[in-house]
């Protein structure tokens, strides 16, 4: 399986990445992405199975990224890993087709609870 990881900071995809690993989610192909409008170009690219995208990011933001998506007809299951989770930022996720907004900070558990439906 091929993930995406979506996030302006170096530091946070590593954390994602390992944070993947640690919940048990080995030997997956994990490609990485700086912001919304590089990510876009790498899930035409890679075709992921699955993309965890932060929700703050310069140039393309990552509720403007799930959006982009949707507008070319691209399904691939997402869901935001990020700072915030307010009820209005849960709501536009959803409305915009997330499966699911893990919040930082998260643990493996965390991890393994929202990848276990989409991730073997």
């Known amino acids: 399986m091929k993930i995406l990881v979506v996030d302006d900071s170096r530091a946070m995809r590593r954390i994602v990445s390992r944070t993947i690993r640690q919940a048990g989610f080995t030997g997956h192909d ?3 992405a700086e912001n919304g409008q590089e990510a876009l170009e790498v899930a035409k690219a890679e075709k992921p199975d699955l993309i965890l995208s932060d929700w703050h990011m310069p140039i393309m ?3 403007e990224f799930l959006t982009a998506l949707n507008a070319e ?3 691939i299951p997402f869901g935001f890993v990020t ?5 209005e930022m849960v709501d536009q996720a959803t409305e ?3 499966m699911f907004l893990l919040a930082k900070p998260f643990t493996a558990d965390d991890m393994a609870q929202v990848l276990g439906a989409f991730v073997s």
């Open 61 to 63: 933001t990552g509720i």
């Open 73 to 75: 007809g691209i399904e």
């Open 30 to 32: 994990i490609v990485e």
């Open 83 to 87: 700072s915030e989770s307010t009820k």
């Open 96 to 98: 915009g087709g997330a």
